[in-house]
């Protein structure tokens, strides 16, 4: 089993940043992906960007050029650093993570984008 916990939310004014961390534990070798996602109200969840274990990335068009998703294998840790927030942003983040036995997800963490 593969366990992930999420920290680096809050409230940011728009053109802020802001970095979420996710960090896994349990059966990390079973993880192929690591990826975060948002789910604004009343809107489907959505990719956000996704790293392999090899290291390549995708990112979603509405944030591409403003965030990076990165990964420390020494922590097994994904990082999400948000740049230029918008109000848009606004959204609840989860972290993926794509195993062999299936994908786990994260409690979530709040990312609000306001002035």
């Known amino acids: 089993q593969v366990q992930l916990v999420e920290s680096g939310g809050g409230l940011v004014q728009p053109g802020g940043s802001l970095r979420l961390s996710c960090a896994a534990s349990?059966?990390?070798?079973?993880?192929?992906?690591m990826g975060w996602y948002r789910q604004a109200p009343g809107k489907q969840r959505e990719l956000v960007a996704t790293?392999?274990?090899?290291?390549?990335?995708n990112y979603a068009d509405s944030v591409k050029g403003r965030f990076t998703i990165s990964r420390d294998n020494a922590k097994n840790t994904v990082y999400l650093q948000m740049n230029s927030l918008k109000p848009e942003d606004t959204a609840p983040y989860y972290c993926?993570?794509?195993?062999?036995?299936?994908?786990?997800w994260g409690q979530g963490t709040q990312v609000a984008v306001s002035s």
């Open positions: 993926n993570a794509r195993t062999i036995y299936g994908d786990v």
């Open positions: 790293i392999t274990r090899g290291g390549a990335t």
């Open positions: 349990g059966s990390i070798f079973s993880i192929n992906v």
